[in-house]
């Protein structure tokens, strides 16, 4: 069910701090009708699995409340329980929902009868891979071929236990679902087509051109609703256009009838028009959807129809288009002078360029360097203008000889001059090429060039240094490497073994040889020989270009050679050596994103898999077990390299990657580790590949490779755990299996600073869970890390402050910081420029401000106006952790008033951030702005400074995070002058009244302590009386927050003392 949710079902854009929904469409209903039918017949077609409680419950907010299931007082428990006694398997709470087995989830959806669809849209929208829940995080939907299901068959041959054969036999159903769920979408699709704004604007503009004929017109009227256009196209409202709708029309029919009728990228359908005493139109459609207007009009009006079919309409038409062809052909003849006279001189233009791209051409054909030279790099700029120094004098040596000869000698001299050159270039021209040339260009195949990698592309633009093959200072070994070479060319099958051989005695990893072999045209006959029939000549060349490869320089002309596409080849090999030299070379090459590409196009990733398949695991490698665990490991070495490209990570889980990387992971050679946890390390960045290692269990293998006395291999897996640990669950499985001390140990390798920055990563991530925290807490983490507070890296400063701000959430931790003297250094890191590390900082010096002990430390190491400072940076989540930092700064400041106002243009500054596009400023903002208007006098400067209309503007908004810091700040600022009054009139009443519908208790009390203060203006009670506020008042009047009921009691009270005056002045 997960891949036909993920792939066939359309869903809307999710918004700032929620999730997307199911649209509504035709494919998406027909997709909840068919779930709707599979689940209530698996009570007849898997009777054993009709019992079967579920891993964790389905939880999601319903139309149905507790009253439907015959509970009392808002909340209902079943009298069925789980096997362990301590839950119900369902319960409800208001309109909270909460399922915990099969026959509940049945119960669920014949108590919504008629409304099963809509109730199965709420499950999948809250619940969006149900079958994780239903059977458990290792069934989870992942993407790709993962191997789950062959695994789970495997593993269930052994498996005694008839519950998880049951399981088994329902994921084996599900996973039919999701068959059956994909063919309906295909046929569907099919059938269907996506309406674009271009279309609906010319059928829109055709009707409009037949409402005035004079005989048999179609309607009478139709227009748009709106007249702003989007830049795509669109008019309908932005939320609206989410939901995948175009525009709205108003068409007065010849029966007089008005309908409104709603373009959408389905078709065209009815809605419900506007509300005649609100003036709101009501999106909510009507009827069928259709997929022109023709089709739907002709269903509303049958007038529209027999119009449309009628003689007098055509002949109509017909004179219309004749007198628009007749109005086209006089223009097209009063333009054709003019157009012949500019297509003459287009021409006379394209003549000239071609002249002059001609000229240009012979020029640069005779300053071109040889052709091996320009398929292999160019000159370096610094002997590029040697040599035109050089070429400079020689042409005035010329010069001065030549003036004291006649005309004729001159032109002889020169043009013996010239042939001498051609002939010399021909001469460099052989000898750099030998055997077949090689110039096979780098193809396209991928219709999408670009590439995210996670690695530097800088050795792709790094300059190409050749050396003088005439200079006297070239080692010996250079011209021993071209006699080498020379033999490799025009020696028989004997020779050039012999010359790979004697190459092989040089020293490879020195630079001057590794060019060497390139610059005399030794790479092309080494990637020739790849070509051959010869295995123990692939296998020499295959050595050497291993060995080279590691030149930056070197991969780059073996790429532009095409030598990829070959070792990619080579990969099929039945000869072992063979698959793993080339995947070792392979490993070598792709370093950079357009060799990664061509690995990739030429289907290298799947052999490359393929190569880590037969590897043996858990026993002592003897005889050809030792060859078939180096092949995968030579292909786990050349996935590392190709891993660092998106693309790459999603082509590797479709081959099956994941099952081999698992299986692999339990080796026990450290060679074969290495490259597999890095590989995952870098894998970890996708979400897919997080959720297999967590559920395949390669945690806890991570975890033991901890305690490797390999520092690298440590180094991957505190890496991978860094990236793996975004998740919850996957932080307790690290506390489960005793990972953290291990974590905590890698500190003491401060001098490796790569291995230092993965295990501070592992730690900050880890401690996002508060058991955790308390571990690290007795462990003595918190000391050790302020200690690497300073003349760290950045990496490494990153995590280390990510932690800190993790750890200070806890009281204890924010005094061990304090009295460690953290906070200085914490503050120091606020005059740096990466962002990243910005933000932490700000987090951790904001947690330490919520002790008043600490803030005369900050305060006189200058924090807060470096914090102010950091408002004014481009970075938006820069601007946001400030602004929250600032919040428990001014809160805990014994002189706040005065501390904020001595910043200059420190207020203006903060009130101009309401314009920010960014809920999470925004929220930041009004938070910071409810504790500066605390202060009187830092009030009625804001005030000044427009901070009302401002925050008038944001109400309208559904996050419930601003929300609550809004409904606060406009409860501040109501405390001065005619403040409320001009929130009324900004009509910011109203939609605060809509607050009170949201789940958040946080937004109830912001918002009734709004509602009181604003209550104390007539004109507000007024609007809030009409907008119904006074039910859902009285209703938390009775909240168990005793600042709620105050607040809620306080509001009922105004409204009330208003509406008796307001009687007694009618009896007056």
Not at 185 to 209: A, C, H, I, K, W
Not at 748 to 764: F, N, P, R, V
Not at 806 to 824: F, H, L, M, Q, Y
Request: proline share 3%.
């Amino acid at each position: 069910m997960g891949q036909s949710l993920t792939r066939a079902a359309e869903w809307t854009s999710a918004t700032a701090g929620g999730r997307g929904k199911l649209a509504m469409s035709p494919i998406n209903e027909k997709l909840l009708k068919e779930i709707v039918e599979f689940t209530e017949a698996i009570p007849n077609r898997h009777s054993d699995c009709a019992n079967l409680e579920f891993q964790k419950p389905l939880v999601y907010t319903s139309h149905l409340n507790a009253g439907d299931f015959g509970g009392s007082g808002g909340t209902f428990e079943s009298s069925e329980k789980t096997k362990d006694g301590n839950s119900s398997l369902l319960s409800v709470s208001g309109n909270k929902i909460t399922i915990l087995s099969m026959p509940m989830l049945m119960k669920v959806l014949q108590t919504a009868a008629e409304s099963k669809t809509k109730e199965a849209r709420f499950i999948l929208e809250e619940n969006q891979d149900p079958v994780a829940n239903i059977l458990g995080a290792t069934y989870a939907t992942t993407g790709g071929d993962d191997g789950t299901l062959a695994r789970l068959i495997d593993q269930s041959k052994s498996d005694q236990d008839d519950n998880q054969r049951s399981i088994l036999k329902l994921y084996i159903a599900f996973n039919n679902l999701d068959m059956e769920l994909m063919k309906v979408f295909v046929q569907q699709f099919s059938e269907g087509y996506r309406l674009t704004p271009d279309v609906v604007t010319n059928e829109v503009e055709l009707l409009q051109r037949y409402t005035n004929l004079r005989n048999g017109k179609l309607l009478e009227k139709i227009i748009y609703t709106s007249n702003i256009v989007f830049k795509n196209g669109c008019r309908a409202p932005t939320l609206r256009q989410l939901e995948g709708e175009i525009c709205y029309l108003e068409i007065i029919t010849l029966e007089q009838d008005e309908i409104c009728v709603t373009a959408s990228t389905s078709g065209f359908f009815q809605n419900q028009g506007y509300n005649k005493e609100t003036a709101e139109p009501n999106y909510e459609r009507k009827g069928e959807i259709f997929k022109d207007l023709k089709s739907l009009l002709k269903e509303v009006s049958p007038m529209f129809a027999s119009n449309l079919a009628s003689k007098e309409f055509a002949n109509e038409t017909r004179e219309t288009k004749k007198g628009e062809r007749r109005y086209s052909s006089e223009s097209e003849g009063e333009m054709r002078p003019k157009r012949q006279q500019d297509k003459r001189a287009d021409t006379d233009r394209e003549q000239e360029k071609k002249r002059k791209a001609q000229r240009e051409k012979t020029k640069k054909q005779r300053k071109e360097v040889s052709l091996p030279w320009k398929t292999l790099g160019k000159l370096s700029d610094d002997e590029e203008e040697a040599g035109a120094k050089d070429g400079r004098k020689r042409e005035l040596k010329r010069k001065d000889e030549s003036s004291e000869k006649d005309g004729k000698d001159k032109k002889k001299s020169t043009t013996d001059k010239r042939k001498i050159t051609m002939e010399s270039q021909s001469a460099r021209q052989k000898s750099f090429t030998g055997g077949k040339p090689r110039s096979t260009p780098m193809t396209n195949k991928d219709s999408d060039f670009s590439d995210s990698s996670s690695e530097s592309e800088e050795e792709e633009e790094a300059p190409d240094r050749r050396q003088d093959g005439g200079s006297a200072d070239l080692p010996p070994e250079y011209w021993q490497i071209q006699k080498l070479v020379k033999y490799l060319k025009g020696g028989n099958q004997t020779a050039t073994i012999i010359a790979l051989c004697c190459l092989r005695d040089f020293n490879l990893g020195q630079e001057t040889c590794q060019l060497a072999i390139r610059n005399v045209g030794g790479l092309e006959v080494l990637l020739n020989l790849l070509d051959t029939e010869d295995v123990k000549c692939k296998i020499g060349a295959l050595k050497i270009l291993k060995e080279i490869s590691r030149n930056v320089q070197i991969r780059k002309s073996i790429a532009e050679l095409g030598g990829l596409q070959t070792m990619v080849n080579i990969l099929k090999s039945p000869n072992q050596d063979l698959k793993c030299l080339a995947a070792e070379t392979i490993a070598n090459v792709a370093k950079f994103r357009r060799a990664r590409r061509v690995v990739r196009q030429y289907g290298g990733i799947k052999k490359l898999v393929a190569l880590m398949d037969n590897a043996p695991v858990g026993k002592s490698a003897s005889g050809g077990d030792s060859k078939d665990i180096e092949v995968a490991r030579c292909g786990a070495l050349a996935l590392w390299s190709c891993s660092k490209s998106t693309k790459n990570k999603r082509a590797m889980r479709k081959a099956g990657a994941i099952p081999l990387l698992a299986k692999l992971l339990k080796s026990q050679y450290e060679s074969m580790l290495v490259p597999v946890i890095g590989t995952l390390q870098e894998c970890a960045s996708e979400s897919n590949y997080r959720l297999a290692i967590r559920t395949q269990g390669m945690i806890e293998d991570l975890v033991a490779n901890l305690k490797s006395e390999n520092l690298e291999l440590r180094m991957h897996c505190a890496s991978a755990i860094f990236k793996c640990a975004e998740d919850e669950e996957t932080r307790n499985l690290v506390r489960k299996f005793n990972g953290l001390q291990p974590l905590v140990d890698l500190l003491d390798q401060s001098d490796d600073k790569e291995l230092l920055a993965a295990a501070t990563g592992a730690i900050w991530k880890c401690a996002i869970s508060d058991e955790n925290v308390k571990m690290f807490q007795k462990m003595g983490v918190i000391e050790r890390l302020v200690s690497l507070l300073e003349d760290q890296p950045e990496d490494v400063l990153i995590n280390v402050v990510g932690a800190l701000s993790e750890c200070a959430k806890s009281e204890e931790n924010r005094n061990t910081i304090r009295n460690k003297n953290g906070i200085p250094p914490l503050i120091s890191q606020l005059t740096g420029t990466n962002h990243a590390l910005l933000v932490n900082t700000t987090n951790a010096i904001g947690a330490c401000a919520r002790d008043k002990e600490s803030m005369p430390i900050i305060d006189n190491y200058d924090g807060v106006r470096l914090l102010w400072s950091l408002l004014k940076n481009k970075n938006w989540e820069v601007e946001a952790s400030a602004a929250w930092a600032i919040c428990p700064c001014i809160m805990n400041h014994r002189e706040a008033g005065e501390m904020v106002r001595s910043f200059v243009g420190g207020l203006e500054l903060i009130v101009n951030l309401l314009e920010s596009d960014h809920f999470e400023v925004l929220a930041a903002v009004c938070a910071a702005i409810a504790q500066i208007a605390k202060d009187e006098e830092n009030l009625a400067v804001i005030t000044d400074h427009n901070v009302v209309p401002m925050l008038s503007s944001l109400t309208i908004t559904k996050d419930d995070l601003l929300r609550r810091h809004l409904a606060e700040a406009i409860a501040r600022c109501c405390k001065w002058g005619s403040n409320r009054r001009t929130f009324g009139e900004k009509d910011a009443v109203a939609p605060l009244v809509h607050y009170l519908g949201s789940k958040d208790e946080e937004v109830h009390w912001a918002t009734t302590l709004a509602l009181n203060q604003l209550s104390q203006d007539p004109e507000n009670c007024i609007t809030m009386h009409r907008e119904g506020v006074v039910k859902v008042l009285m209703e938390m009047v009775g909240s168990k927050n005793y600042d709620l009921q105050e607040n809620a009691a306080q509001c009922l009270g105004n409204i009330r003392r208003l509406a008796m005056c307001n009687e007694k002045a009618k009896y007056k």
